[in-house]
């Protein structure tokens, strides 16, 4: 069972701090990862997706992937109360056609 | 058109009906998906279709589920003889297949009654 593993949260962090997400995956073969955020009663919508070891920044998240240690993770910088909603990590175990496997996600809370 | 759409937004059936979910991707998108997602869960896989084809119905929980997308756009889902256990939002997703993720509609919250 390839599995995607998140805390359920909630995080809470005050306006204007540093949010962070983690992820963990069980296939160590999987190449493509993706963040997406979920307003309560909406679909969720693509925020960043990242393929490489590192870090990948787009505006005030950074997405950082570490293969070897099967972990992605999302940070939001300068969090707003908009950025309140579930982060759902997904995981890409299909080897490209991205039939891809969701965590349960995280519920960020964003105190003004 | 511009996003992905679905319908009907809601539908509420009786156990044992059948009923019919409408998916239509973003135009020129390849791909499409059909995820399902129960409260407090993140979305599960149920068929991909490259073009017209079922690339992936693995999964697709039993044989009371079918889907099509005849002409390689438009996708229906089909549930026969529906049972309580079927309620859940049933999201669409489209996709140019290059890796970028996908487009998901707004989804179709089905009940089961």
């Known amino acids: 069972q390839k599995e995607v593993e998140q805390n359920s949260g909630p995080l809470s962090v005050p306006e204007g701090a540093i949010a962070s997400l983690n992820c963990t995956y069980s296939?160590?073969?999987?190449?493509?990862f993706f963040w997406y955020r979920q307003y309560s009663g909406k679909s969720p919508e693509l925020i960043m997706f990242?393929?490489?070891?590192g870090d990948k920044e787009d505006g005030r998240f950074t997405a950082q992937l570490n293969k070897a240690s099967q972990y992605v993770s999302l940070l939001i910088r300068d969090s707003q109360p908009s950025d309140s909603a579930t982060y759902l990590c997904?995981?890409?175990?299909?080897?490209?056609?991205?039939?891809?496997?969701f965590g349960t996600g995280t519920k960020l809370q964003v105190i003004p | 058109g511009a996003g992905v759409s679905q319908t009907p937004s809601n539908k509420v059936t009786e156990k044992g009906k059948y009923v019919e979910l409408r998916c239509d991707p973003i135009s020129g998108h390849t791909a499409l998906y059909w995820y399902r997602q129960s409260l407090g869960q993140g979305p599960e896989f149920l068929i991909y279709?490259?073009?017209?084809?079922?690339?992936?119905d693995s999964g697709l929980p039993n044989d009371r589920f079918f889907a099509v997308r005849p002409e390689g756009s438009v996708s229906t889902l089909k549930i026969q003889r529906t049972e309580r256990g079927d309620s859940a939002v049933y999201l669409c997703?489209?996709?140019?297949?290059?890796?970028?993720?996908?487009?998901f509609g707004s989804g179709t919250r089905l009940t089961v009654v």
């Open positions: 279709f490259q073009g017209t084809g079922a690339a992936d």
């Open positions: 997904a995981v890409d175990y299909s080897g490209g056609y991205q039939k891809v496997t």
């Open positions: 997703a489209s996709s140019l297949g290059g890796g970028e993720g996908y487009t």
């Open positions: 990242i393929y490489s070891n």
């Open positions: 296939d160590r073969g999987s190449q493509s």
